[in-house]
């Protein structure tokens, strides 16, 4: 067929040059006049007129008016006590790293780790090993309150106290891994270079935490769930037609069993070099329409196909050097006032790891409305990809609805501003509604449900 078409174009052309050259050896002749008609031509579009029986501000109030009552003030009651948690986070880390210094447990254990060797490089891990243990030990009251009697009080968690400890006891070896790993890699970048370790600190937290990003769906996750390739059906079959329409390198839909732990639905399409991977709970799949199971996997696209991953770790990686440089700066101010009684030497000494500790956990409140602006707007941008992706507005708005079991729908701009690393059920269904009402006269659109008003 290729070679087919090669002679006949080779033909074409041949044919165009050898009436050229012999039109350009004839006289030259006068070319005809003709004559032009202009006519005027129809408009190739017009705006489609939104129907004025369909009002999206209506269909948003229509929406959150589903979600009233004791439904209502229990989501609201735990989403605001989570801002009292995020203070209370912080200024118990504090009170640890105080307990750690002032006792001089963190000198002692730092004693400790030079007892048993003389390398500067083996010492950090000794001591951090300790230091997470102990500062696990004694955080984990608040952890219990806040993960599982609070979840269960509120009726999100579906484990009891051993399933419960069990996740706990795996989240915690893999962070002492990670932790004692990381750390001992930044203290070798203090003590190379004390004066801009700020710099080269930031350089690895960012490598670090695109290692962790990347890998963590595919290789951690399944630490806590049992992950399986979703059956065979319409939901996957729409799925990976999804999918592939906006270029997600994924051959398999899998689901995991998110239920042994709470109620909450979730979904992420995630991973690297071949691994990519769309997996989706079991709670979506049970307590979802296909209408909303697409639409909640048009938002996890959005986040791959947009680069959301490598965006987030830019944007974290400029707030990691911010820190950094307060810490480092804070670090010196309070050794210099208390060093002596703490028995912390030098920024490159393990044991002043509280002092760090406390002053990162300080920045962190103080910078929570801007890092939750940065994943704010990743999950508004994701929002508007998925709108145009599954074109499902009514399944999303759903969707949303279901998240308010655990997010309050409708905050104050202050408060959705300072504390929601989410749109709020507001934006996200006000948003949802305006998509619909510019895409009215589109078929499928039409042809689908009915928004209320």
């Avoid at 004839?26 to 408009?43: D, F, I, M, R």
């Avoid at 004694?138 to 399933?163: C, D, K």
């Avoid at 208390?338 to 103080?366: E, Q």
Wanted: charged share 15%.
């Amino acid at each position: 067929m290729k070679f087919g078409h090669l002679a006949i174009w080779a033909a074409i052309a041949f044919g165009m040059l050898a009436f050229g050259t012999a039109y350009a050896q004839s006289t030259p002749a006068p070319a005809p006049v003709a004559h032009v008609t202009v006519h005027n031509l129809a408009a190739a579009y017009v705006s489609p007129a939104v129907s004025p029986s369909f009002d999206p501000a209506k269909a948003t109030n229509a929406y959150l008016s589903r979600i009233s009552g004791a439904a209502r003030a229990r989501s609201d009651s735990y989403f605001e006590g989570g801002y009292v948690l995020i203070l209370v986070d912080a200024l118990y880390s504090v009170v640890v790293s105080a307990i750690l210094l002032w006792l001089g447990l963190s000198a002692g254990m730092r004693n400790f780790a030079q007892r048993i060797t003389r390398s500067r490089f083996l010492q950090v891990p000794i001591y951090v090993v300790m230091f997470i243990v102990l500062t696990t030990v004694l955080t984990f009251p608040l952890t219990v309150y806040e993960e599982f009697f609070r979840e269960h009080t509120y009726g999100l968690s579906n484990q009891n106290f051993p399933q419960w400890f069990g996740d706990f006891a795996t989240g915690f070896a893999v962070s002492l891994i990670a932790g004692t790993i990381a750390l001992t890699i930044i203290y070798s970048v203090i003590r190379a270079t004390p004066r801009w370790w700020w710099a080269w600190g930031t350089l690895v937290a960012v490598g670090f935490f695109a290692v962790t990003a990347l890998i963590a769906p595919v290789f951690i996750s399944p630490l806590f769930n049992h992950y399986q390739p979703l059956r065979e059906g319409p939901v996957k079959a729409e799925i990976l037609l999804l999918a592939r329409a906006n270029d997600v390198p994924a051959t398999n839909v899998y689901e995991f069993d998110a239920s042994r732990q709470s109620k909450r639905i979730s979904a992420n399409v995630s991973g690297f070099l071949g691994t990519t991977r769309i997996s989706l709970n079991d709670n979506l799949l049970n307590r979802s329409t296909p209408a909303e199971i697409e639409a909640v996997l048009g938002h996890e696209m959005g986040h791959y196909v947009l680069s959301h991953v490598a965006i987030l770790i830019t944007w974290f990686g400029i707030v990691i050097l911010v820190t950094f440089l307060f810490v480092n700066w804070g670090f010196n101010g309070l050794v210099n006032i208390f060093g002596g009684n703490w028995d912390v030497r030098a920024i490159d000494d393990p044991a002043g790891l509280p002092v760090l500790t406390a002053l990162l956990s300080i920045f962190l409140l103080l910078a929570t409305p801007v890092t939750n602006t940065i994943t704010r707007t990743t999950e508004a941008q994701a929002d508007i990809f998925g709108l145009n992706a599954a074109r499902q507005p009514d399944g999303f708005a759903e969707a949303t609805l279901q998240l308010s079991e655990y997010r309050k729908l409708d905050p104050t701009p202050l408060e959705e501003f300072v504390f929601y690393d989410h749109p709020s059920g507001r934006t996200r269904i006000s948003n949802a509604m305006r998509w619909k009402a510019a895409h009215l006269n589109d078929c499928d659109i039409k042809a689908g449900p009915v928004s209320p008003q």
